[in-house]
Nanobody, 121 residues
Framework: QVQLVESGGGLVQPGGSLRLSCAAS????????MRWYRHAPGKQRDLVAA???????NYADSVKGRFTISRDNAKNAVYLQMNSLKPEDTAVYLC???????????????WGQGTQVTVSS
């Protein structure tokens, strides 16, 4: 099993910044794609950003130029630097990773418990 634990959420004023972290632990042989999603009340869960093990990245249009996803493969961690935050960025942010426990296993999808980000004055 693989566990994902997010941290770094909180309350921030519009225009401010936050850095989210997600650390994977457990029985890990390798991790493929790592992603950040967000889920706002009354809305569907949306993909915010994704990063491959080689470092290729992809962003939702709503966060391009403001958010940066990065990862540290040695630490099995993924980060989300969020700048110029807006009230509409308020949501629970969830970490997701495709991981396998051995070279003979297939990749499974794992989720963290989420961290609340609130952007308000």
């Amino acid at each position: 099993q693989v566990q994902l634990v997010e941290s770094g959420g909180g309350l921030v004023q519009p225009g401010g910044s936050l850095r989210l972290s997600c650390a994977a632990s457990g029985s890990i042989f390798s991790i493929g794609l790592m992603r950040w999603y967000r889920h706002a009340p009354g809305k569907q869960r949306d993909l915010v950003a994704a990063i491959a093990s080689a470092g290729n990245t992809n962003y939702a249009d709503s966060v391009k130029g403001r958010f940066t996803i990065s990862r540290d493969n040695a630490k099995n961690a993924v980060y989300l630097q969020m700048n110029s935050l807006k009230p509409e960025d308020t949501a629970v942010y969830l970490c997701n990773a495709d991981a396998r426990s051995s070279r003979y296993d297939y990749f499974r999808s794992y989720w963290g418990q989420g961290t609340q980000v609130t952007v308000s004055s």
